[in-house]
């Protein structure tokens, strides 16, 4: 998708508009995606919590699909991480992970519960007032216990556990395992993608992180 931001004259409010795109589609294809979009759609308007922009509509006009939804002021954590060009500090990232933490909660409390699927920087953002927003729900899904798999293999390679390969259904330890890999990138400034499950010990990364933080990252 590309998101734009955008003036709502009638709230007089700026707001972001998330655009579906749709170009090199086959019409299968075109079909799944307007489905995925449709269904992100349903379940942002539906949640409401501080680390989760809020979804004010969507709708379609000459045969595009978009979302409207608060501008959120800030960078991803890819960025932040990006223009350091080494690990991040330990405190601030903990303060991150406890907002990650709290809004992961909320939405595995859901019935059923919501699984982010796609937990990563470039997915977390935080505003200037150090506020973290979760973002890009594309590939979320409801748990369904009835499943013996996911309809959908997706996820970013470093992040994303084994069962999110097709071999078993996510549920709320996926995005577990995604923050976890998350806060090693962070902590670390080491591609998690390099060598998915087979990460060097965090401390041999960073020596300076606590003994306490590397183990509960290391479950």
């Known amino acids: 998708a590309a998101v734009y931001q955008a003036s709502d004259t009638r709230r007089n409010r700026v707001v972001a508009i998330k655009e579906m795109s749709q170009e090199d589609l086959t019409p299968e294809e075109q079909r799944e995606a307007i489905e995925g979009f449709r ?12 680390n989760l922009p809020v979804v004010y509509e969507n709708f ?4 595009r699909r978009y979302l409207v939804m608060e501008y959120i002021d800030g960078e ?5 991480l990006e223009a350091a060009k080494r690990p991040l500090l ?6 991150w ?3 990650l933490c709290d809004v992961l909660g909320y939405l595995h409390g859901q019935r059923p519960p919501v699984i982010f699927r796609d937990l990563k920087p470039a997915n977390i953002m935080v505003t200037k007032k150090g506020e973290v927003k979760l973002i890009d729900f594309g590939i979320a899904r409801v748990f ?4 013996t798999r996911d309809t959908q293999a997706l996820g970013t390679p470093g992040y994303a556990p084994p069962e999110q390969y097709g071999n078993a259904q ?3 330890r996926a995005d577990i395992y995604a923050l976890g890999a998350t806060l090693y990138h962070l902590l670390t400034n080491y591609d998690v993608s390099k060598t998915p499950f087979a990460l060097p010990p965090v401390r041999s990364r ?4 606590s003994a306490s933080t590397a183990a509960a990252i290391e479950r």
Do not use: F
């Not at 330990?90 to 303060?95: D, R, W, Y």
């Not at 369904?144 to 499943?147: A, C, E, L, T």
């Open 39 to 50: 269904r992100e759609a349903l379940l942002l308007q539906s949640l409401r919590h501080p």
């Open 60 to 63: 379609a006009e000459r045969g």
């Open 76 to 80: 991803t954590l890819e960025a932040k």
């Open 90 to 95: 330990e405190a601030q990232t903990l303060g």
């Open 97 to 99: 992970a406890r907002q």
């Open 144 to 147: 369904s216990p009835r499943s």
């Open 170 to 172: 996510t549920d709320a």
């Open 206 to 209: 960073n020596p300076a992180i």
